[in-house]
């Protein structure tokens, strides 16, 4: 099995930034893209940045110049830097893996965080 744990979240101020991290462990050949969503209360998920292992980042339009996204491949670990924080923002993040569980796999599988609470209040 893998786990994915994030760390990072909280309560900050509006125009204040937090930096949300992941850390993938477990039974992991290779992870091949890695990311971010988040849920509001009462609203969909939905994806805020993907960082495949060969490719482009995707970022959704609402988080655009403001959130930057890094991974350390070695460390099985995903970064979400936040910056200019908005009410907005406010949501449940998660963290993701699509995961190729040994060398013999033909197929990925997708690993889910806990998720982690960021409050961007006054």
């Known amino acids: 099995q893998v786990q994915l744990v994030e760390s990072g979240g909280g309560l900050v101020q509006p125009g204040g930034s937090l930096r949300l991290s992941c850390a993938a462990s477990g039974s992991i050949f290779r992870i091949w893209t890695m990311g971010w969503y988040r849920q509001a209360q009462g609203k969909q998920r939905e994806l805020v940045a993907s960082m495949p292992l060969l490719g482009i980042t995707n970022y959704a339009d609402s988080v655009k110049g403001r959130f930057t996204v890094s991974r350390d491949v070695d460390k099985k670990t995903i970064y979400l830097q936040m910056n200019s924080l908005k009410p907005e923002d406010t949501a449940a993040y998660y963290c993701?893996?699509?995961?190729?569980?040994?060398?013999?796999?033909?197929?990925?599988?997708?690993?889910w965080g806990q998720g982690t609470q960021v409050t961007v209040s006054s």
């Open positions: 993701y893996a699509q995961v190729q569980t040994s060398f013999l796999s033909k197929l990925n599988t997708d690993f």
